[in-house]
């Protein structure tokens, strides 16, 4: 029995029934990641844990290289984080061991979370399990690519403008970006902090559901996680979406959308509406402003955070030959010129210029205020709708390579995910389909605040009547 290719629910019933250990598990998978890893690259390095967890989860899992986890080196995938080894757990690392999980290792990622493709990383590029001459997607390149590859059984990612979703439509797997202020951001290393959010990226519905059982929570050490209730979510694996409501909005298939993404969003709806749906035009009249909105609000944000990597407190430290003639801003320059790629500093440089006096509020401050409009555009949406339905990305996969020397073209890549971080609202990806070259596409739904539950019945619901979660890569 290949126990690397199954699903964490699968391997749960294999431990009720004494079928499997975890130990067995654990041996698989890492088998699996030295098997295939040195041609997909969705690991910087593995874990220092050394045995299985025991518990309700047990379950081998990838990490972003952004999580705070005591004891192991986190980078970021970024020269300037390299050695540094932090003394804490983040929350969602906490509540993975205290339910036993089994962390294999580090995914790679966009340079802080920089990019959509997983190519903006010191460590080089990840590739994609269905097609290893594309990009898994990004910045959660590593951990969508871990799970595709069945070299992890789950994995932890961020989005900040569709991070998880975007390489989860790349690499056919499932990612939910769960309401801001759902799932702690403690112990995150931050990108844009009014955006970021960790969330799941799994196998199928189900697995989503359990992991975010696990990861969603009130935490006080985070200023922005909100105290509600947190619901069983394997509650919410009902296979009837007879009534409920799916806003689509007609901004959605707009110029960009590659005509192959189109027809499966489209079959897709149509299989919705087989099952009971009730599917609906709206309208978001302002997404066409969102990917600009978000360029000058996280990069703000983003200029703001990177300050602190300055070389005195954390990792690289870059000093010249004479140190004893080195001035304190000397020391700076240097580490950051070093330490830093060309993505980090172009998205320091446009965040610093618009915070800057004279700049403030002909950028940052009307960013915000359009911010408010988008917001409002999905808040008017959803008092007429369940959830709302887009393509995740306006393409499948493309070329390692292809987009690296335009980053504007790179930027639309979000155009789809976007809304969801500006607004603060849930936002889930499932696989919809291939296009004639064989690669996953994705199809995106948004909920209301706090609404995961919906968003995972419409997803299960389609999921459990269609086969596109069940196919896998040949690696």
């Known amino acids: 029995m290949k126990l690397h290719s199954l699903t964490a629910h699968q391997i749960l019933d294999l431990y009720k029934s004494k079928q499997a250990s975890s130990e ?12 295939v890893d040195s041609r997909v690259r969705a690991y910087v390095r593995l874990s220092n844990q050394k045995s299985a967890g025991e518990g309700s989860a047990a379950i081998p899992i990838a990490i972003k290289d952004n999580m705070c986890t005591q004891g192991e080196e986190i980078t970021c995938s970024s020269k300037i984080l390299k050695g540094f080894h932090p003394p804490y757990d983040a929350g969602v690392i906490e509540r993975i061991k205290q339910n036993g999980g089994r962390i294999l290792g580090f995914a790679n990622m966009d340079e802080f979370a920089f990019g959509s493709s997983t190519e903006n990383s010191c460590y080089g590029p990840t590739y994609n399990p269905w097609d290893l001459t594309c990009v898994p997607g990004g910045s959660s390149g590593g951990s969508a690519a871990s799970v ?35 799932v702690s951001r403690y112990g995150l290393i931050a990108f844009a902090s009014s955006l970021d959010q960790i969330g799941p990226l799994t196998k199928d519905v189900t697995d989503c559901a359990l992991l975010m059982n696990i990861i969603a929570g009130y935490d006080d050490r ?12 394997t509650k919410a694996l009902i296979n009837d979406v007879h009534g409920i409501k799916i806003g689509v ?38 997404t066409p402003y969102a990917v600009a909105t978000y360029y000058i ?44 790629g060309d993505e980090a500093k172009r998205r320091i440089m446009l965040g610093t210029y618009v915070l800057s006096s004279g700049y403030y509020d002909a950028y940052y401050l009307r960013g915000q205020k359009v911010r408010t409009l988008i917001k409002q555009d999905l808040d008017g949406a959803f008092k007429d709708c369940d959830v709302i339905l887009t393509p995740t990305a306006p393409t499948t996969a493309f070329k390692v390579g292809e987009k690296a020397s335009d980053p504007l073209s790179m930027y639309l890549s979000d155009v789809y995910t976007i809304p969801a971080n500006l607004a603060g609202v849930p936002s ?45 890569p040949n690696l």
Request: proline share 5%; glycine share 8%.
């Open 428 to 472: 889930i990806s499932v696989p919809c389909g291939f296009s004639k070259e064989g690669l996953p596409i994705g199809l995106q739904l948004m909920g209301k605040a706090f609404d995961e539950e919906m968003l995972l019945r419409v997803c299960f619901s389609y999921e459990q009547n269609t086969p596109w979660h069940t196919k896998k």
């Open 297 to 340: 609000v996280a990069t703000a944000e983003a200029s703001s955070n990177l300050a602190r990597f300055d070389g005195v407190r954390y990792g690289l430290r870059q000093l010249s030959a004479n140190v004893r003639k080195t001035p304190v801003i000397d020391m700076y320059e240097e580490t950051r010129a070093k330490g830093l």
């Open 24 to 35: 067995e598990v654990l041996k698989d998978v890492l088998s699996r990641i030295g098997a």
């Open 249 to 286: 909005p007609k901004e959605a298939f707009a110029e960009g959308l590659d005509s192959q993404v189109s027809q499966a969003v489209e079959a897709a709806i149509e299989q919705l509406k087989k099952l009971g749906a009730v599917v609906k035009e709206v309208s978001l009249p302002h």
């Open 148 to 182: 595709a590859a069945d070299e992890a059984v789950w994995a932890l990612g961020s989005d900040t403008g569709g991070s998880i979703r975007q390489p989860a439509s790349f690499c056919g797997v499932v990612g939910l970006k769960p309401t801001y202020g759902r």
């Open 222 to 233: 985070d200023s922005t996680s909100v105290n509600v209730p947190v619901p069983d979510y």
